[in-house]
């Protein structure tokens, strides 16, 4: 974003200039309405730029979708027949008494095993793609949040060296006017503490805005030193979902479709479990050759366990324990994520009445308080000390303003990071 020179960037540079009409100079300038911050922005790196960055570069995303192309690979697996075996005997080891037996024997399997096993690998494939949703909704969420933490931190680095500027023009002013002999030397004081505590936050603006690109570096997934300037606009604030569109995202949020589907899994599973109890036959099929009688006999052998004691019931009652616990898991996440997502829609709500309000009202109302306070001193109404404070109001107004800009902005992101973001964005 480009800096934005306000009205009173001239005030500063005239107070520098000349420095004992200063004041007099603000007061007749001609008056602007205050700008916002929605100038047309430079050419840098997009939002955009970096979802698509975030979605290529992420680790943690990149193995959820190596973890659904194994869930993939694993319903190819469960619909595999089981293989055949093969076994040879032989009895006696002399040649004229030996009997040589060979034997070809292939599971079947009963009580419809396999089918269950597919449906099984099927609902954690399931769970795997929803996993998969739920981690690119965060990872989009987080670059979202970071790229306008950074965006807002460059702003407060431009609010911060306007501030020092015009807190130094002040001290330039008041120390010219104490040589004049028109103001007491108690006002230069004054002057320069205010351009000392414009400096500290001016480099604390610096540091926080360092701080924000390394978090949107790390968003991304590459060094801070690759990250140029921002292009986007502050301002530029989401809208709060209706009723109707809240709802209707709200059923198909990535966190409850996982825990649907981790429900469905473990049905598939206690499914699979009770097919269990029924043994699978198995078929045998061979040859029996006795040299003693010179002739080979056929053998046809039919195998099945016998479920006397073994019926697989823990089993079963440990699947269909874990079915119902996932499904009041599945309760409880639908219970919690409506109450986030309506706290998070209400908090957006309330912070772009706030941003209104701020960017209608309080705004130009502070910077009109600054002018008048710097009329009223150059008239002789006010002292020094009340400019001063005009002036500190006047910029607190605008830090206010992007604070409640950025926590519009992290109350948008937080709404996406439930109901999951565009399904269109980059995916890996």
């Given at each position: ?427 890996p």
């Amino acid at each position: 974003m480009r800096r934005f020179h306000l009205p009173l960037l001239s005030t500063a540079l005239m107070l520098v200039l000349n420095a004992p009409a200063a004041w007099s100079q603000a007061s007749t300038g001609s008056q602007s309405p205050p700008e916002t911050l929605s100038a047309p922005p430079r050419s840098g790196l997009t939002l955009q730029q970096v979802l698509h960055n975030a979605a290529q570069n992420n680790a943690r995303l990149r193995a959820s979708a190596l973890e659904a192309q194994a869930a993939e690979a694993a319903i190819q697996q469960a619909g595999v027949l089981p293989n055949p075996s093969l076994s040879v005997d032989q009895e006696d080891t002399r040649r004229a008494t030996r009997t040589t037996s060979v034997l070809l024997s292939q599971p079947l399997e009963l009580g419809g095993k396999r089918a269950a096993r597919v449906e099984l690998a099927q609902r954690a494939h399931d769970l795997a793609q929803a996993e998969l949703a739920d981690r690119r909704a965060d990872v989009r969420a987080t670059a979202t949040q970071a790229f306008f933490d950074a965006l807002i931190a460059q702003e407060r680095v431009a609010v911060a060296e306007e501030s020092l500027r015009i807190a130094s023009g002040g001290t330039t002013a008041a120390s010219k006017r104490v040589i004049a002999g028109k103001v007491s030397p108690t006002e230069e004081t004054r002057a320069k503490v205010a351009e000392a505590n414009a400096r500290i936050e001016w480099v604390q603006a610096q540091a926080e805005k360092d701080i924000a690109l390394q978090a949107l570096a790390a968003a991304m997934g590459t060094s801070q030193a690759t990250v140029p300037a921002l292009d986007g606009r502050v301002d530029a604030l989401p809208g709060v979902p209706d009723g109707t569109r809240l709802d209707a995202r709200l059923t198909a949020a990535p966190a409850l479709r996982r825990a649907q589907a981790d429900v469905q899994r473990s049905a598939a599973a206690y499914q699979l479990e009770r097919s269990k109890r029924i043994p699978d036959l198995t078929l045998s099929l061979g040859t029996k050759r006795s040299e003693e009688l010179g002739r080979n006999q056929a053998l046809i052998g039919v195998s099945i366990p016998l479920p006397v004691f073994d019926r697989n019931q823990g089993g079963q009652l440990e699947a269909l324990r874990r079915q119902e616990a996932a499904q009041a898991l599945a309760e409880a996440e639908a219970v919690r994520l409506k109450s986030e997502v309506m706290q998070a829609a209400a908090q957006l709500k309330s912070r772009r009445a706030e941003v209104e309000a701020l960017k209608n009202d309080v705004l130009p109302g502070a910077q009109s308080a600054y002018e008048a306070a710097s009329r009223g001193f150059e008239l002789g109404k006010f002292g020094f000390l009340d400019v001063l404070d005009a002036q500190r109001t006047w910029l607190l107004a605008r830090t206010q303003y992007l604070r409640a800009l950025s926590d519009a902005h992290r109350a948008a992101a937080e709404l996406d990071r439930r109901l999951g973001g565009d399904e269109n964005a980059t995916q890996p």
